[in-house]
C-alpha cells in the first residue's frame, strides 16, 4: 500500500470525522495513517462508531501521540476555535483541509466580531483557501491550507455564485431561508437537541444573527460587482442529515427566470457533483442523502422581477466531509471524485 | 342533554374530522348530533379512528340518511370541490362552518382561476364570512355561512394583518416561506404521502403556484391600504402537525423591528389564542401542538428596513378544526373558548 | 378557588412535571399551589416548557424555599436515588405519590440489590403502597404515601395481573418484549438520547438487567400462586411517546386465548381507562398518545398451549404522570378521573 | 464494456428494484443491460427514483420490449403472485434471482396454504435453492434460479441456524419478536403506510399469522434434528430502514449462553457480512443502514437455562437487494462481495 495516500484525521470522534471515515473507505488511492481524539485516545473507532466497525483502522490517539508529518494530508475536525491553536503547529509538510469555521473569514476584523475573539492565527487565516470547490478550483488546488465552507453556506454559495458572477440578479434583496438537519449541530450532548426537543417539531434558531450569514456574503461578493449583504434564516428540521435552502433573489433589468436556469446549466456543465434539475424543478434533501451531490432549481415567482431558486446538500457530505475530500483530491492531484462517487441512499 | 348545542359533522372520516371530534369531547355545551363519511356509512368512528374509541359517538352515516336540520351547528369537512354541491341543499337553519376552500375566495373569477372551474354555488360564496376569526369577529358573529381560513393562510394572516393595518409595514415585498406537517396533505393513500417518502427530508412543493397564495392575498388586501400581492413557498416537514411561516417584511419609512412587536401586542392584547413572544423570542410548532394557539415573534433583519416575522400553529387545530369551533362557538353565541382549552402536548 | 385542592409538584423540571402540569390544567377540583425546581429556581414554567406558556402557574423554587404544608398533595417527581431524602422529611399532613422507583420495590434487600446502595428511608419504604390503580384501589385509597409505577411496568402488568389472579396462565415462561418512546429516558442531556443517535434507528438496552423486571415481579407474585419470575427485554423506538408490550405466555391446562380474552373483559368491565380490544384485536401506542388509557388484546400462538398478549400506554400519562394523578385522585376522594378525560391525540 | 457481467432487473420501480440499482453502481464486474416497469414503461430511473438521477441506465420498459436473453443474471423484483407467471416463461439461460416469496417454499402443499392459492410454477418451485447465502452457499453456486429470503427470514435464520446446526439450543420454544422499519411494506399508496399513520407510534401486525414464519421453520427445520415451529411477531417500526429481530430460545441441557456465543463466532469466522459482537453487545439497526451487514449478540437470560439473541440487518439490502446480488455474485463465479462493500450511514 506504500502507493496509496495517507490521511490522518484531527478529531475523529464527531459527525465529520466519522463521516470522512465512511467516504475515504472506498477511495482507492488513499488510506488512513492516523486519528485523534484527545477524550477518547486508545479506543477503536467501532467503541464510538459501531457502524465503522467492519473497517480497518487505527485506533484514535492523543493529537500529541501521533507523527502528523506522516500523512501526505490531514482533515481537520476539531471544534471551531480550538482549531486555529492545533494548527499553528502543524508540520508544513502536509497538505490540511480544515472543517471547521476558523479559517473561513479572510478578514481578521471580521472574523473578531463574528466569533467574539481576535483570531489566533493570522498568517493562517491569510494562508487559507476558501474552499467551495467548484468556485476556487485553481486556488485549492494550490493551495496548502484550505477552509472547508460550512454547510448552509456551500448550499447557498451554489446557487448564487453563477448568477450574480453573470450579473443575471441583484446583489441587493437576497433572502436564503434554510433548513438543516440535527447532525449539524454535531453529536455532543445538549437539551436542544435531544430527540424529545426536536422531533415532531420545526423551529427557527440564530435569526438574523447566525455566523454563515457574513461567511455567505464574503463569497457572493468575490464574484459579484460590489458588495453582497443577504438575509439568513436558519431552521431545524427533524432529520439526520440534508440542507434545503429557499433563496429568494431580484433578477435584473430584462432577465428572466429562465435566464437563470441556462445561466446555472451552463456554470455546472461537466460538474461531478452539481445538478441543474429542469425548470422549476423539485431537489429534496433525500435525493443526495449520503453524496457528495447538490441539487438546483430555479422557479419563477409570482412577482414580477424576482425569481426563486432552491438548493439541497447533505449537510454531512457536500457540507463538510465529502467536499473536504473533494478539496483533498484537488490539493493533492487526484482525481477530484476519488472515494465521492457512492450514490445516495433512499429511502 | 335538551340544552346542549347539538353539532353534525359532514365528511367525518378525515383527520380534520376526528380532530373535531377530540375537540368536541372536552366542549361542555356541544354534542355531536350525526355524522357523515359516504364510503364508511355505518361504521362506528373507533373503526377509522382507534384513538377515539373511548368516546361516545353516534356510527358514520350517508348524508342522505341523516336529518341534516337536527343539528344546530354543522362543520362540514368534505373535500375541495364536492362542498359545493353538498352545501348548495343545506336547510337554512342550522349555522356552517365550512373547512374545505369552496368559500374562501369571494371574486367568482378569481375562484374560477385558481381553481380550474366556475364555483358552482356563486350565492353561497357571496354570503360566506371569511373566518379568521380574530380580524372578522363581528362578521363572524352573525354570519350563517362561515368559509373556516386555511391552514397555511391562517399562519400567515395572524403575523401580517395587524401590521398591515397598523400601517407598519409595506404592502409589497411580503414573502411566506412556509413549513407544514404531513397531516395537512389528509389520510388519502397518496405515494408522496407515505411515511417512506417524507420521513428524513425536506421539500418545497409548489411553489409560486400554491392555492392559498390567493387566499392569503385577498385577507390582506382586506386591511392594506392598497391591493397585496405575496411570494409563497410552502413545504413538507417530516412531522404529524404544525405549521411554521417564516415572513420576511419590508417597514414603512420611520418604522423600527420593535415597533412591529408593540403593533402585534396590541393587537392581540387579550386575545385567548394568539401569543406575541418577547422581542426575538423563538416560537417552535411543538409549543402549540394539538392546541388552537398561535404563537408569533418579531426579529429585527441584518438588512436595514425590514423585519422577520415567525408564526406557529397546529395545522389541524387554529389551521382547521379548532378555528371552526371558535367560529361555530361565535356564530352560536357561547364562549369563544368552548372546547379549545387544551394545553398543547409535548414532547 | 379556596375549595380547590392544592397540589404542589417536587422536580417539576422533567417530563413528568410538566406532563403532570398539562394534565392538572383541566382537572377542576385542583389547583397547582407550588413548583420545585433546584437549578431553575426562580424561573418560570414556561422558560423551561414554553408549551404550557399560557397557563397562570407559580415560578418554580428551591425545595426549601416552599411551604410544603400547604399542599394537600405533592406528586414527587424527583430522579430516582434523591426521592428518599427529599420525601425522608415530608410534614405528614399532604398525600404524597412519588414517582421514582425508590418505593416500589418493598423488600430492602430487594432493593439493595437492584439499585445498588441500602434503601435510605426503610420506614417510609414500608409505608409505601403500590399504586397499580386498577389492582391496588383500596389500598391506594387509604394510602398516605404511594409509589407509583414504573411505564414498563404498569403496561406488563395491566395485561398479565388479572390472567394470573384467575389462574389462567402459568406463572413460569412469560416473556414481556417492551418497546419504549424516548421520553421515557427524561430531559437530561445525553449523547445516547441525542436525535441523530435515536432517530431512523431502533435497538434493545439493558437486556435481561433492567430494573423494572423485578419491579414487574414483584407486583406479579402478589396475584400469582406462587412467585413469578419473567424475562424482559427493553427496546427504544424513534418515538417520544408510548410503551408497546408484546407479553408471551403459557396457558395452563385446558385453558384456551379465548378464555384469556374473557378474562380480561371481565377484569376490566367498568374500568374508565383500561380497554380491552375484540379478540385479536391491534393496539398501537398512537390511539393512546397524551391519555391515560390502556390498550390489551390476546392473541392465539402458533403453538399450541400459548397466547400472545399486546398491551399499550402512554409512558408519560398512564406510565408516569396520570396514574399518579388518578391514584392522588383516589386519596383525595375525588373522582379518579379527573383531569384524565382527555382524549388521545392522532395523527 | 464488452467484459462486464450484463444485468437485468424485472420490475425495477419499487424501493428493492432501486436498492439494486444503488448497490451496482459500485459493482465493478457488472453493467445493467435493462430494466422493467410495467406501467412506468419509457420513464427512466430519475423521474420514479430522483436519487439515482445521476446514474447513466437504460429507460425502463415493459417486459415483453426487452431481451430477456442478454441478461448474464435477472433480479426479479416483481410482486408475490405475479413472480411465478413471469419466471415460468424465461428463457433458460441467465441466472435468475427472485426476490419475491415466490420460490421460498418448497412444499407445493404449504405454499397453497400460506398464500391462499396453489402454485401456478411446480417445476420451477422444485428448481429453486434458497438463498440465505451463509447457509446454502454450494447450493447458491450451482443454482440457476434463487429463491432470495425474505428481510425478517434473513434476520431471525442468521441467528439460530448455526445454533440449531450445533445442537446448543431447543428446537421448541423458539419466539422471535421482530421490528421493521417501513420500506418492507413497498412503495405502493397504502392508508396505512402515510407518514401520519407511521410515525410517533409502534404496533404490531399479522400476530402469529405471518407468511414469514412458515419461512424460517422451513429453513431452520433444514438444520435442525427435528422440525422447528416457531413463534413469530413482527412488529412496524417508524423508521425506513431496519429489521430488528430478539430471539428467545431455551439452551440444550449443560449448554450455557456463553457456548452459543462461541457457536455464533466460530459459524461465522471469515463471513465477510455477518458480524458477532462481543458477548452481551447491543446491535442497532442503524450502524447497518444501507449495508449488507448482519450484527448479532448474544445475551444470557434471567431465566436458568435460556438466552437471547439479537439480530439486525436493512431489510431493503441483507433482507432483498444486497443478499440477492451477493447470491448473484457466486451464482455467476463472481467475487461474493462485489457491489457489496459499503460501509452503513451514520447519522
Known sequence: MADKIGIGILGASGYTGAEALRLLAG???AEIRWLTAERNAGQPVAALFPHLGDL???RMERMDAVDLAAADAILCCLPHGLTQAALKDLPRGPKVVDLSADFRLRDPDLYAAVYGAPHGAVD???EAVYGLTEHYREAVRGARLVANPGCYTTTAELALVPLLKAGLIREDGIIVDAKSGVSGAGRAAKEANLFTEVSEGFHAYAVATHRHAPEIEQC???FAARPVRITFTPHLVPMNRGIFATVYV???GGVRAEDLQTGLESAYAGEPFVRV?????LPATRHVRGSNACLLAVHPSRIEGEAILLSVTDNLVKG?????IQNMNLMLGLDETGGLDLPPLFP
Open 27 to 29: 477511495h482507492r488511492q
Open 124 to 126: 493562517l487565516q491569510k
Open 320 to 324: 463538510a466531509a465529502g467536499q473536504a
Open 220 to 222: 457572493l461578493s468575490d
Open 277 to 281: 434539475l429542469p425548470f422549476k424543478g
Open 56 to 58: 480497518s483502522l487505527p
Open 250 to 252: 431580484k433578477l435584473k
